[in-house]
């Protein structure tokens, strides 16, 4: 169990540009779930895989932003067109389904973006 | 609908002294509950949940809450303080359904003073 990977730690990028994080779960977890937090809130939640399916969206999830998990796997998180309001921690985390630590939701690092 | 208030954004104690977080919910359903604990720049590390069972749950590092149906609480309790409980506590809750939807709290500072 190595834990749930965020890539990159940090990214620093200009309004107007797009951007891509990455997220690698626990092997054996087949939920994946995207949050957001920004300075003195707690995670907001984003958007909710179980294996290659996006099951639930948040509102706070714009037409510019875009999530996948194509096989089920990692899962990437597009933000296109950043604005300054989007500067936040982007973190990622997974749960499996069944077992003792079903609906135990495990975190990575997170991503912290800075948009100039 | 669910939601979480952390009454207080910041908590002072003295090491070995009482720790007390608070925190109500509000779900329209059964929920189940948890709290995670935030060091600078890191991810959150769960402490300790409430699903089922037992109303009295206890976690790591010494931690424990009890899940209390009518008040709508899951305070956060720790009998001693020790300089490495300084940290951001979240409370969180997620309804007993189908949905994964986690609605976090907007956190508790904890500062302990030697």
């Known amino acids: 169990d190595t834990g749930v990977s965020q890539n990159p730690r940090h990214k620093i990028t200009k309004r107007g540009q797009n951007v891509t994080f990455r997220c690698d779960p626990i092997s054996e977890h087949n939920r994946l779930y995207w949050y957001r937090q920004t300075l003195g809130q707690g995670p907001e939640f984003l958007t909710y895989?179980?294996?290659?399916?996006?099951?639930?969206k948040s509102r706070l999830l714009s037409d510019r932003f875009s999530a996948e998990r194509p096989k089920g796997s990692f899962s990437t998180l597009e933000i296109q067109r950043t604005e300054q309001g989007d500067s936040a921690m982007y973190l990622c985390?997974?749960?499996?389904?069944?077992?003792?630590?079903?609906?135990?939701?495990?975190f990575g690092p997170g991503t912290r973006l800075t948009v100039l | 609908a669910q939601s979480v208030t952390q009454l207080g954004s910041h908590v002072s104690v003295s090491e070995g002294a009482l720790v007390l977080l608070r925190c109500n919910y509000s779900s329209s359903v059964p929920p189940y509950l948890f709290w995670y604990v935030q060091y600078p720049n890191q991810g959150l590390q769960l402490l300790l949940k409430?699903?089922?069972?037992?109303?009295l749950v206890k976690g790591i590092n010494g931690f424990e809450a009890e899940f209390k149906k009518s008040e709508t609480s899951f305070h956060l309790t720790k009998p001693s303080a020790h300089m490495s409980d300084a940290a951001e506590y979240f409370c969180a809750v997620k309804n007993s359904g189908g949905y994964q939807k986690v609605t976090f709290g907007t956190g508790t500072k904890l500062q302990v003073i030697p």
């Open positions: 895989f179980q294996n290659e399916a996006q099951l639930e």
């Open positions: 409430y699903t089922t069972g037992a109303t």
């Open positions: 985390a997974s749960s499996s389904r069944g077992g003792p630590s079903t609906d135990t939701q495990y």
